[in-house]
């Protein structure tokens, strides 16, 4: 007796040591590269991750585990992407009307993930296509945006 209540214990202890993970979020996580190299190949990911998917999701999320410290999200039912760069400070970019096809552009035009939260304006047929809005959809994530 005293072993299965020691055992269910270790269980319980041990079940909250990691991460929750929100099922309806698709997340992949980059560990390989320096930090310019995972923000470069952070928006490819993000595509191909979520054109190899079964779209049956809520979100596709690519999430820096080392060096790029970063989360960029998509959600595809609402088209809206959202970036955090500094995971613990919150969410810094919202983009509004980001379809599939949008994604395809940026990759074909090699944006990078500092190109959408630093600069945030492109001077180009961008500009027109991503709309740059303070974050106010509440974002399901399986990361850590905020404290």
Not at 9 to 38: F, H, K, N, W
Not at 85 to 102: I, K, M
Not at 106 to 119: A, M, P, Q, R, S
Request: net charge neutral.
């Amino acid at each position: 007796m005293k072993f299965q209540l020691w055992f269910l214990i270790m269980v319980a202890l041990l079940s909250g040591c990691g991460d929750r993970i929100d099922p309806v979020i698709s997340t992949i996580y980059l560990e390989e590269g320096d930090r310019a190299a995972q923000r470069r190949q952070a928006i490819p990911e993000l595509y191909a991750h979520y054109q190899n998917s079964a779209k049956d999701r809520e979100a596709y999320e690519v999430i820096s585990k080392k060096n790029g410290r970063f989360i960029i999200n998509y959600v595809p039912g609402l088209e809206l992407l959202t970036l955090c760069g500094d995971p613990g400070s919150g969410w810094s970019r919202q983009f509004a009307n980001v379809s599939d096809d949008v994604l395809k552009i940026l990759v074909n035009e090699k944006v990078t993930f500092d190109d959408l939260e630093i600069h945030g304006s492109f001077g180009s047929k961008l500009d027109s296509l991503l709309i740059s809005k303070t974050p106010i959809y509440r974002v399901r994530t399986n990361g850590s945006p905020s404290l």
